[in-house]
């Protein structure tokens, strides 16, 4: 049983935003550190990605854990009230997500999920990102990318990849008045 009134839980989820939320922002940070520039939401291209490199050919979607039933994710949690009306909600979410990503492969698009939870270890994002980008960047052909998006560790979601990157020490110039 839900223990908020029907009228809290209506506002709390009409609080619950699809754009411009905490995880794509640290996503969008990375990828602008990075060097590589983006479009948002591109209503041109099924499910409007989250961030699209037009030059590359690549789309980067941010999911969240719940919302698109992040395997092994402990936000991924079924609610206790109307358990039917979740479970259809979220299926009908994750065969929209495969449904699309088969629809930009088939395009020649290279695709990359972010999980998240993944973007709470800056090291990990970036790498997962970095890599994701560079391989697209490397000359690799939309072929050969919609072949390695779809295994698990496309855009690096297998725990060997998730090396610490060693940290660059800032250089601060002092500048004389």
């Known amino acids: ?9 209506s506002w709390l989820m009409s609080r619950v935003k699809s754009r411009n939320t905490g995880p794509e922002l640290r996503v969008r940070k990375v990828a602008h550190a990075l060097g590589y520039r983006f479009t948002l939401h591109s209503p041109s291209l099924p499910g409007k990605p989250d ?3 037009p030059r590359l050919r690549s789309v980067i979607f941010v999911h969240g854990c719940f919302w698109h039933r992040h395997r092994s ?4 949690s079924m609610p ?4 039917e009306f979740w479970a259809t909600k979220f299926e009908k979410n994750v065969e ?3 449904r699309v990503r088969a629809e930009l492969r088939r395009r ?8 998240e939870c993944e973007t709470k270890k ?14 697209a960047e490397s000359g690799a052909t939309a072929s050969s990318g919609a072949i390695a998006s779809r295994s698990k ?13 060693p940290r660059r020490k800032k250089i601060v110039s002092k500048i004389k008045r």
């Open 1 to 9: 049983m839900d223990h908020v009134t029907p009228a809290r839980r």
């Open 51 to 53: 961030l699209a490199f």
């Open 73 to 76: 994710c402990s936000k991924a």
């Open 80 to 83: 206790n009230s109307r358990p």
């Open 96 to 98: 929209r997500d495969n």
């Open 108 to 115: 020649g698009w290279r695709v990359c999920v972010v999980w």
């Open 122 to 135: 800056p090291a990990v994002l970036r790498s997962k990102v970095h890599r994701f980008l560079s391989r």
């Open 153 to 165: 560790s496309a855009c690096g979601n297998t725990k060997a990849n998730y090396k610490r990157q």
